[in-house]
């Protein structure tokens, strides 16, 4: 009897062992073996976050791509389609288009911390901010360690140039799509001066280096570019926005707006830079997200400060930069009234009494988060857009959060998900 005992003992203390051991090899070559596993992993965080977003939206998506004949769709038939009054699932499946200067790097803030709390799958490139930009193309090889990440990623949030067919390739299906812009004067003004231009046209020294190069674009161009519609001045918002390169230089405004139309169709949704909060309120509704995932912060990302950007400009310097901006131009004044008349649409449904209450918890939010010494928690009670929700110190980091810190957190937390994943299947 007691040597059965000592023999059970020591089978037991053997096993011990070996899963001790199997423990140790698979943290110490988890990385390297990592290429020659099978991906069942990944196949089944994909199975297990594909429910998460699409069964709502499935059906109006069909409806829009068999619709990709821009012509044919009548435009009642896309108001009935958008104007949704219910939504179950929140959208956790989207590429944010970033375009520089038009507030996207505080949106990106708000989309990588919803993304972080979902557990997405981010296509991320490890160059700050950059993913693909300015190519216009991106492959699953974009994305770095793709192949850990299975096939299909729901999330991009770097800089790229919007390519819908590129992009539905490596994206889950059913991806919606979100841009920004911003008016483009204020947006010209704002990128001449962050980028440097002044000094780029030798205009260091002048008083009015903005006005200068309006008074002869082309004169500044030229040194620079060869070709004049690949100039930064130029659509550049539009270009991001995935106009097609090759037809950037086209004059005709019919076809300009034709392509704006198909674009829009792509578009699930726009975010107009003049009206923020507006725009976060209709993009929560759009996406059956709550409140809580729109909070942002009330200082800006990237502010600048320099008198010489807001000069004010000559009517002969306002056409120039009209003119070489028609494309910009044409494409904001299309979703800015596209933007309005959702608003009307969401007007009978408490629209601006959401948007008030919004700004309120945004400034409370904020308030806390920048005193935040004497409570532990801020408590927002629940009201007719929201759960009852609290925020904390903890929480307040993330609101303030560099982009680029926000994505590498975002990414570590896709690596080490993979990994536990792993690990637990091989025990
Ligand atoms: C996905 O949803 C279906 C139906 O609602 C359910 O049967 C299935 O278990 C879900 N799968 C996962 C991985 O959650
Ligand atoms: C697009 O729609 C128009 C108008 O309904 C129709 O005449 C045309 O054949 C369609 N084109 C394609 C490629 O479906
Ligand atoms: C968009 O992507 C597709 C597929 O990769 C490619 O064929 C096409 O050339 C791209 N468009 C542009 C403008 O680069
Ligand atoms: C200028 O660049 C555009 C966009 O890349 C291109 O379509 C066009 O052919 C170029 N023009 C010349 C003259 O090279
Ligand atoms: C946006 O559209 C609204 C409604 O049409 C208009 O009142 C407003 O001036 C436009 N905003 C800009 C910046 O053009």
New binding site residues.
């Given amino acids: 009897m007691a040597e059965t005992g000592k023999v059970q003992f020591l089978w037991r203390v053997l096993l011990c062992l070996l899963t001790l051991t199997l423990l140790v090899l698979c943290v110490n070559f988890a990385g390297p073996m990592w290429d020659q596993l099978d991906m069942t992993t990944s196949k089944y965080l994909q199975k297990q976050r594909q429910n998460s977003s699409d069964a709502e939206f499935g059906r109006h998506d069909r409806l829009l791509t068999a619709a990709e004949n821009v012509t044919s769709l009548p435009s009642e038939l896309r108001t009935i389609l958008s104007s949704r009054d219910s939504c179950t699932k929140p959208v956790t499946n989207f590429v944010f288009i970033k375009v520089h200067k038009t507030g996207s790097a505080s949106t990106a803030v708000i989309l990588i911390r919803f993304a972080y709390n979902h557990h997405m799958i981010m296509c991320y490139g490890n160059r700050g901010m950059r993913l693909t930009f300015p190519r ?2 991106i ?1 699953k090889s974009s994305c770095a360690r793709w192949k850990e990440f299975g096939d299909r990623f729901n999330f991009i949030v770097q800089h790229t140039v919007f ?1 819908k ?2 992009m539905d ?1 490596i994206m889950r299906p059913g991806t919606k799509y979100i841009g920004i812009m911003r008016e483009p004067l204020s947006h010209f003004r704002s990128q001449f001066f962050f980028f440097k231009d002044p000094r780029r046209y030798g205009l260091r020294k002048s008083r009015n280096p903005l006005g200068a190069f309006l008074d002869n674009p082309e004169r500044y161009e030229l040194k620079v570019t060869k070709n004049l519609t690949r100039s930064r001045e130029r659509n550049k918002q539009a270009f991001v926005m995935g106009f ?2 090759d037809l950037l230089g086209t004059q005709d405004t019919r076809l300009m707006d034709n392509v704006i139309k198909q674009l829009d169709q792509w578009y699930t949704f726009v975010i107009i830079n003049e009206y923020y909060d507006e725009s976060l309120v209709m993009l929560r509704r759009k996406l059956c997200w709550g409140l809580f995932d729109i909070l942002h912060s009330t200082k800006h990302v990237n502010k600048q400060h320099n008198r010489k950007k807001y000069v004010s400009l000559t009517n002969k310097q306002l056409q120039n930069h009209k003119r070489i901006n028609t494309i910009d131009f044409r494409m904001y004044d299309f979703f800015n009234k596209t933007f309005w008349r959702s608003v009307e649409e969401e007007t009978r449904k408490g629209f601006w009494e959401e948007v008030t209450y919004f700004k309120d918890v945004v400034k409370r939010v904020n308030t806390y988060c920048s005193k935040r010494k004497k409570e532990k928690h801020l408590q927002i009670p629940t009201s007719k857009w929201n759960k009852p929700f609290s925020v904390n110190g903890n929480f307040c980091k993330g609101l303030n959060r560099d982009p680029k810190v926000w994505g590498r957190k975002l990414f570590h937390q896709m690596v080490h998900s993979v990994k536990k994943k792993k690990k637990r299947k091989h025990l």
């Fill in positions: 216009t193309e492959y390519n067919t590129a390739r097609p390169p």
